[in-house]
């Protein structure tokens, strides 16, 4: 699937989570024509970069749909899903 965007990336955004605040990252991609005659759809995908406790590390969630009709509504379950992260010792 190709990467060109089909928007430009949401702006990076904080978010807080259980598990500390985030860098929240949100893009859309579409297929090229080839791609669309070969069934692909545009997906949206949604990236948390959380930061591990302790280290100089990132741990990195990424969700993605082709579902671009209700990409808001299940970036929604995407932000529920990462802010049940939590760290344990």
């Known amino acids: 699937m190709s990467l060109a965007p089909l928007r430009g990336p949401e702006p990076l955004t904080p978010q807080d989570l259980a598990a500390g605040t985030a860098v929240r990252v949100r893009s859309a991609t579409r297929p090229t024509e080839r791609e669309r005659q070969d069934g692909h759809r545009a997906s949206v995908s949604v990236e948390y970069h959380v930061p591990v406790p302790g ?8 969700f993605s749909t082709p579902l671009a009709p209700v990409a808001d509504g299940t970036a929604g379950l995407f932000d529920a899903i990462a802010s049940s992260l939590t760290w344990t010792e």
Not at 55 to 62: H, M, V
């Open 55 to 62: 280290t100089a590390q990132y741990l990195l969630l990424t």
